[in-house]
């Protein structure tokens, strides 16, 4: 076989942003490894060019039609296409790529990757917002179209590992662990009173703005504990959580004769995304190997639904199925904007998605198997409107 013919066409979307960049680092180790097809980003556009011509991308795309102009001129006598808007983001998604990162953050990620799995291509999952959204429809499209769904989340990640040659029969519980974010070890009375600034700083993990506040809040694990239900078809009894402050461990799967298979590395999500890039291989990834010596011990604490309600909101939303998850994080995503333009409160987030889901739930659709992608776009943006109502009648 030529090198030509092993080459892997790759696209990320989301490429500026952390999961991208870890991604881009991947794949620029190997420049005779992979063509890359597509990448696209939003308001970075001095990044996206920038990788786009390191790695001579077919085409950029920012999701911002209004920065076409600069991404032109930052991409000018590169041969690099520029593109730029929602279609064309969509559109870069029909490309065809062998692998395509969905690293987009938000419910903004769910239709490329959509469009990748109908096209049969792999997607590597990082927008955990799909899942939350629109499990059953990412499966079902993946399905119907030989398309491949690989996770990319550390937690999903990990079980995935841990079930490789596993029968799912005897799986009865998945342990997802919480580094639990900024505050673990503030008094719950002070929560209050946090800032975005204070909420944005993880004790572990490098990542963008947003997850790392969702870390705080726990929003970001209720999300990966609804997709851990949507990706590996658990019941919600089934998932637990547990707070475990060095996030050495990402995830445990118990079977039935009482084994616990722990997926334990440093907290490198190059190791995730490495695994999916090259699965079912597994090729060396310049991640730390750990000492355990070194680091002694490992800790693990209760996750209190007091102190973190977005946990007993993902157990509602679970058991309720259908379309709360779309809602759930449409509403979240709001108070998540709030909360950053400091117009509500740290743990004003939570009520507000709690109002939210309670004013809908007359009008959601609760089945899982009933719904498509027009559903989800509009019980996305019915939570989205009751979210700003929500957080306006607090003026
Ligand atoms: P970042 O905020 O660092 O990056 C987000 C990316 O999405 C950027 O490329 C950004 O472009 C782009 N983007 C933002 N808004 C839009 C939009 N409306 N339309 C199209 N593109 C957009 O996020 P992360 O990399 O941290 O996270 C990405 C996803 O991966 C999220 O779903 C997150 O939950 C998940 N994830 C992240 C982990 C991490 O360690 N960071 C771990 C596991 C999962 P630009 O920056 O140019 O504006």
Known sequence: MSSEQTRRRVSIFGATGSIGQSTIDLIARAPDAYDVVALTGGQNIAQLARDAIRLGA??????????????????????????AGRTALVEAADRPA??????????????????????????????????????PLMLRTAQAHGGRLLPVDSEHSAVFQALIGEDLDAVE??????????????PVEDLAHATPEQAATHPNWDMG??????????????????????????????????????????????????????????????????FALH?????????????????????????????????RLAREVMEAGGLNGAAFNAAKEIALDAFIAKQIGFTRMAEVVEE????????????????????????????????????????
């Open 209 to 274: 703005q947003r997850i790392t506040i969702d870390s705080a809040s726990m929003f970001n694990k209720a999300l990966e504990l609804i997709e851990t239900k949507e990706f590996f078809g658990l019941s919600p009894d089934q998932i637990e959580t547990v707070v475990h402050p060095e996030s050495m461990i990402h995830a445990l799967v118990g079977f039935n004769d009482g084994a616990l298979m722990a997926h334990v590395g440093a907290p490198d999500m190059r190791h995730a995304i490495g």
């Open 356 to 395: 939210v889901l309670n004013r809908l739930s007359t009008q959601l659709c609760h089945i899982d198997d009933l719904f498509d992608l027009d559903m989800v776009v509009e019980a996305d943006h019915l939570a989205r409107t009751q979210a700003r109502q929500v957080i306006a009648e607090d003026t």
């Open 173 to 186: 519980r998945v342990i997802i662990t919480a580094s639990g974010g900024a505050f673990r070890d503030w």
């Open 279 to 311: 699965y079912p291989e597994r090729k060396p990834l310049p991640v730390e190997r750990l000492d355990l010596v070194a680091l002694g011990q490992m800790t693990f604490r209760p996750a209190c639904e007091t102190r973190w309600p977005a946990l």
């Open 98 to 135: 062998d692998w395509v990162m969905s690293a987009i953050v938000g419910a903004a990620g769910l239709e490329p990757g959509l469009r990748a799995l109908q096209r049969g291509a792999t997607l590597a999952l990082a927008n955990k917002e799909s899942m939350v959204c629109a499990g």
């Open 58 to 83: 077919q085409v950029a795309v920012t999701a911002d039609a209004a920065r076409l102009p600069d991404l032109q001129q930052a991409l000018a006598g590169s041969g690099v296409e520029a593109a």
